[in-house]
């Protein structure tokens, strides 16, 4: 019988288990997935250790994302034996999630696996690495490129901001890795980070403006850490906002939008169009050569997420868990 992690509502908060899944329990969609790897996002871990309001719907399976093979379809683009991947579309938070052994979606949520991947490394990827390349591809658009000079990496021992270090430095962009972890300055410069600003140079209210120094950057922190940065970056820059590790708050003034015309991108990794999703895939699939994946992942079974996702939250992971599930 397929297995899932079960979050459950209670009077007091809510019982985590992992217990049998079936078919009747799965909700409706036109596809049937047996799925093989999940993985542990940050939005996961705040939802199995109750830590923020993520679950509206109970109970839920958590999980944000999944890779697998279609086992039934009644949809035009699927067939039996399609090798498939989701992200997002409120899996997790709403609907049964990637945490199971077996999935039902709608059709037009599911991407194809890019060629050269295998199921794993799309998950090494997950929704953290898809949200990296979907805020590389923000910057592009912005007419960044890497003659305009260095940019930032927030969180960058996340699951985000491992796969966009990877990504902006294999594109030729000088990029540097915010982090509280010192001691984890080799790993990201083998990644490709050319040097290391340490996480507290940002942490604490600064000032409307200091020196230009950043083109642009990626953040997964917001609070003081992403005002910091926007008051850092250079006339015309752009930073791509897609996370809130260290707040969801932000204070700070409008100096850098109306003095240097710096732009602040929002990035939603959730309900994306399915076009631009395939874009995305496209590109990682281009740019990010799976064995370079290992670098920044390692699996784990379903019995140890539980254990996981409170390391997760006290920065003890390094890069992306990828979560095997199946026979």
């Not at 992403?226 to 100096?255: E, I, R």
């Not at 399915?274 to 064995?291: C, T, V």
């Amino acid at each position: 019988m397929a297995r899932a992690l079960w979050l459950r509502k209670t009077e007091t908060g809510q019982t985590v288990e992992i217990g049998p899944i079936t078919e009747a329990d799965l909700p409706d969609g036109e596809v049937l997935v047996d799925v093989a790897c999940s993985t542990l996002n940050f939005k996961d871990a705040l939802a199995i250790t109750g830590k923020a309001p993520i679950v509206r719907s109970w109970p839920m399976v958590p999980g944000i994302d999944f890779a697998g093979t279609v086992k039934a379809s009644r949809h035009a683009a699927w067939q039996p034996g399609d090798s498939v991947i989701l992200n997002g579309w409120g899996t997790g938070e709403t609907r049964l999630g990637g945490l199971a052994e077996i999935a039902r979606v709608p059709g037009d949520w599911l991407v194809p696996l890019p060629e050269g991947y295998s199921l794993a490394d799309a998950m090494a990827i997950g929704t953290a690495g898809y949200t990296a390349m979907l805020a590389v591809l923000r910057l592009e658009a912005a007419g960044i490129e890497p003659g305009s000079g260095p940019l930032l990496v927030t969180g960058a021992m996340g699951g985000v901001g491992s796969v966009a270090i990877l990504l902006l430095a294999q594109a030729g962009f000088e990029v540097w890795a915010l982090t509280g972890r010192p001691a984890e300055a080799e790993h990201l410069k083998n990644l490709g980070a050319a040097g290391i600003v340490p996480r507290e140079e940002l942490a604490s209210p600064g000032k409307p403006l200091v020196r230009e120094r950043w083109a642009g950057g990626i953040d997964a922190a917001g609070s003081h850490v992403l005002a910091n940065l926007l008051a850092a970056t250079k006339y015309g820059g752009t930073v791509a906002a897609c996370g809130l590790a260290a707040g969801m708050d932000l204070s700070m003034t409008v100096a850098p939008f109306i003095l240097r015309g710096v732009t602040l991108a929002g990035i939603d990794s959730v309900y994306v169009p399915n076009l631009q999703r395939r874009q995305a895939w496209h590109r990682l699939a281009r740019d990010l050569p799976a064995g370079r994946l290992r670098e920044i992942s390692r699996s784990i079974p379903l019995d140890e997420v539980v254990a996981a996702a409170a390391e997760l939250l006290a920065g003890r992971v390094r890069g992306r868990l990828v979560v095997t599930l199946g026979n």
